[in-house]
């Protein structure tokens, strides 16, 4: 696991100076503490931040072919190089170490852009091909490593983070007023956007090559959920066994200690169960815990760790954690507002001090339906189903109005937000569900001056062109193709990769191998969500492994209490983050210091909105001022 950046001066072809090549590297060294390597010749320079973990001493990076016509970085783990070693080797290529990256060098020579499509894994990687004089930056199939890069026509500047590609001169940090549109109804910026207009990021499973023709972006690889399969409960369950098995113990190779997250739930349980199935012995376990008992599922972690005898470390996270949004804002590099963020931080804090390398289980909720609003979004799309279009628009919109406000409610009380989700179509309705804050909301919180800039610009398209690419697709599987995109990649595993490697570790992903990946979504949504149950096939395939509590209980989540921390613990912190220094005309203050007395005063829950606006001003003060 590791750092990339690098430059290519297209037009002038003029040389690019180690000197700036570290001074990008440096900013992202808790990427790669343990060595630094830099290639310049000509108009390219590659630089590459080290974290060892297979081929300690010969992987070091740069590296290059025999002929040095194909130089590469690299930033991830390829789980089958070895396979495309010896395939490699018997078409005639020369090896000089055992490291995945060198595999990926002889790969490009012998397949060029197919590459990509062989390897099994997750990463970044830049590769600068002299003969053709062009550069290639790729992304893994669903993005968990991140890659950012600025294009002007005649220089590419591109980094691991954006910070590095910020550290090259003339990087202009003139603000995406359409992502920033975006992260106040997400909590993030959607690829492959990013908070900067000048910066973009690879979107996951796409290259772009750039050269002297300009730039150009390819998808290598798509996930197609409309592709279901007839086969029984049981041959699911079987079939999903051995694909989850194969992924975890693909992901077991290693020269460092390696270990696990351990919620509790049903995801980092099972990889806990594998891991100890697979290799025979205690797996090292860690947790994160609060000490409002609706937040807190330590106990559900002891459990799974007594019954399969990790060695496990667990601790607990106070209000005082919320100290760290300076250094979340830093490593973050735009704005970000999952506040899990905190409890990913610290976890991966505690486990850094134990293993370099730790199993997490992202992605069974996104392919599986484990989220509860897809339970309410199936709900209303029957409705939508049953009730004629027209009728919704011209009904339930004046109904919508005239619907006092419930927003203290559970959702299925809330008759408001229903009546204002079935008045639209199932992708509109699914977005106003789940946007952190509410389009009218939105409206009086950004600046007069940003509304007027966007124009007719609406976040919702951003999740419209995914859904509308799902046709075909059960409508639940059209909704998970989209949390696959979206929220996933520019949520869920961004927040994982930033805390992570904050702490220099690294997280591995077994359900999102992407065999695995592609077997989950073969599988029809009948089998996932059944009734109110969610990850039905996936909970029925480890009856034999997980206990019927662990299995079964309530889906918890990885909340934090902000409400009660800024009306009590972080009250006065908080005011003085939000309200102080403010220099730039992007938000409307009369409104965040309306919603904050909303809050206060007991009467609303204004936490969301108030974090959201929060981790803005600590980005801002970071990156703008």
Known sequence: MCGICGVFNVGSGDPVPVPLLKKM??????RGPDEEGFYSAGPVGLAHRRLSIIDLEGGQQPQTNED???WVVFNGEIYNFQT??????QKGHTFKTRSDTEVIVHLYEEKGEDCFKD???MFAIAIWDSRQRQLLLARDRVGKKPLFYAYNGSRVVFGSEMKAVLAAPDVSRDVDLEALSDY??????????SIFTSVRKVLSGHYVVISDRGLRDEEYWDVDFSRTLVKSEREWCEELMEAYREAVQLRLISEVPLGAFLSGGIDSSSVVALMTQVTGKPVITTSIGFEEKEFDELDYARQVATQFGSQHFEQVVRPDAVGITEKLAWYYDEPFADSSAIPTYYVSKLAREHVTVALSGDGGDEFFAGYRRYVFDRREEQLRSFIPSWIRRSV???LAALYPKADWAPRVFRGKA???????SHIEGYFRSISAVRPEVKQQLLHRQVHEALGSYETVDVLRSYYEKAQGA???ARILYVDVKTYMTDDILTKVDRASMAHSLEVRAPLLDHPFMELAASIPASFKLQGTTGKHILKKSLEGTLSHDILYRSKMGFAVPLERWFRVELKDIAHDMLFQDHGHPLLNMDTVGKLWKEHQSGLRNRATELWTVLMFRMWERQFLS
């Open 25 to 30: 590297a440096d900013t992202i060294v808790h």
């Open 119 to 121: 390897l099994r894994g």
């Open 396 to 398: 339930f919109g004046p």
């Open 84 to 89: 495309l070693r010896e395939y490699l080797i």
């Open 418 to 424: 229903t009546f204002e989700n079935l008045a639209r």
């Open 184 to 193: 106040f109804s997400l909590l993030y910026v959607p690829a492959p956007k």
């Open 68 to 70: 040095q016509s194909v």
């Open 474 to 476: 059960d409508p639940i």
